[in-house]
T-cell receptor
């Protein structure tokens, strides 16, 4: 979905480095999410945000932090990257009504050596 | 949240109708059923959502029997571009916590 942009698309880094993945959206949605996907597995929720002042932990938040800088921007940080955080990371947005579908970006492929 | 079970993979040929069934035996009264599609190197994309009976849109149909313990995503006349992973999700109206299982990998052959 071109309305949800993730940067970078690919990143290779070393263990112990701090990494920031960024997500921006032009859909005007209040809700934003970060997921990770491992090979052969479904997506798992890391963090989600209902608005700028509302941040919530998801299923697997340990080792990650987030920042909602504005309605349109939601970044994910790995303070000290470790190899088992190698995965495909997706950002998504949705309208205020949770019955509305989520719109995903095209992902960031992160490799930690 | 209700657990879902789907076939790991399915094969089809262009022009055929494909039906992917999802089992959700412990679905709750306030749960609804949503299907997403994911192409390689892309994020999941919403296909269809329903609560009971049948729902149809321009892409697919969703059949839900009266007991709601399963649902079937129907893709009419598939093409090569329908090759993707299809996820069945079950959850209540008031949650943002989508639970994606491993999905069904559909391969369409010419």
């Amino acid at each position: 979905d071109a309305d949800v942009t993730q940067t970078p698309r690919n990143r290779i880094t070393k263990t112990g480095k701090r990494i920031m993945l960024e997500c921006s959206q032009t859909k005007g949605h209040d809700r934003m999410y970060w997921y990770r996907q491992d090979p052969g597995l479904g997506l798992r929720l890391i963090y989600y945000s209902f608005d700028v002042k509302d941040i919530n932990k998801g299923e697997i938040s340990d080792g990650y932090s987030v920042s909602r800088q504005a309605q349109a921007k939601f970044s994910l940080s790995l303070e000290s990257a470790i190899p088992n955080q190698t995965a495909l990371y997706f950002c998504a947005t949705s309208e205020g009504d949770p019955r509305q579908p989520q719109h995903f970006g095209d992902g960031t492929r992160l490799s930690i050596l | 949240l209700a657990k879902t079970t789907q076939p790991i993979s399915m094969d089809s040929y262009e022009g055929q109708e494909v039906n992917i069934t999802c089992s959700h035996n412990n679905i709750a009264t306030n749960d609804y059923i949503t299907w997403y599609q994911q192409f390689p190197s892309q994020g999941p994309r919403f296909i269809i959502q329903g609560y009971k009976t049948k729902v149809t849109n321009e892409v697919a149909s969703l059949f839900i029997p009266a007991d709601r313990k399963s649902s079937t995503l129907s893709l009419p006349r598939v093409s090569l571009s329908d090759t993707a992973v299809y996820y069945c999700l079950v959850g209540p109206y008031n949650t943002d916590k989508l639970i994606f299982g491993t999905g069904t990998r559909l391969q369409v052959f010419p």
